[in-house]
């Protein structure tokens, strides 16, 4: 089934220069950028994407390294895309993730993993609109 996921490159990849190499990987991997904006999260917006880890021990450093600098958000389409996508970055641990991963490869730790990715079919429908209207997705051929 061709689907649409979310991706983020986090700002310490953004300021390491890390873009090309990234989407590259995607492009590599049969997934197509259909919609892509650089961007700065205020710490209330990046709050509220990461929400659903409000709980979490880590959600204020989380937040506060996410709107810490600009991040490239895409929306990847493609067979499988939301697994296939969480294939290529590999595991949320950079030192866990197999060899040849976006983790593996670009990420510094556990927070500063380079990229995140949607994790299921819901979450990437919540978060491609968080971010994208519509009108800004280019599925075209041409
Ligand atoms: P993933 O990004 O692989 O979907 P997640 O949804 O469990 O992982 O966590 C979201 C982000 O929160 C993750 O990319 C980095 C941060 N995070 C997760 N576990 C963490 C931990 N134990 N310590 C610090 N940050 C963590
Ligand atoms: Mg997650």
């Not at 895409?74 to 976006?102: C, F, Q, W």
């Amino acid at each position: 089934m061709v689907e649409r996921t979310l991706s983020i490159v986090k700002p310490d990849a953004v300021a390491r220069g890390l873009i090309g190499e990234i989407l590259r990987r995607f492009e590599s991997a049969g997934l197509k950028i259909v919609a892509t904006k650089l961007i700065r999260l205020s710490r209330s917006r990046a709050e509220a994407f990461y929400a659903v880890h409000k709980e979490r021990p880590f959600y204020a450093s989380l937040t506060e390294y996410m709107s810490s600098g600009s991040v490239l958000v895409s929306v990847l389409e493609g067979e499988g895309a939301i697994m296939r996508n969480r294939e290529i970055m590999g595991a949320t641990d950079p030192a866990k993730a197999a060899p040849g991963t976006i983790r593996r490869d670009c990420g510094k730790d556990v927070e500063k993993n380079a990229v995140h990715g949607s994790d299921g079919a819901e979450t990437a429908a919540w978060e491609i609109a968080f971010f994208f209207t519509p009108e800004e997705i280019h599925s075209g051929r041409q």
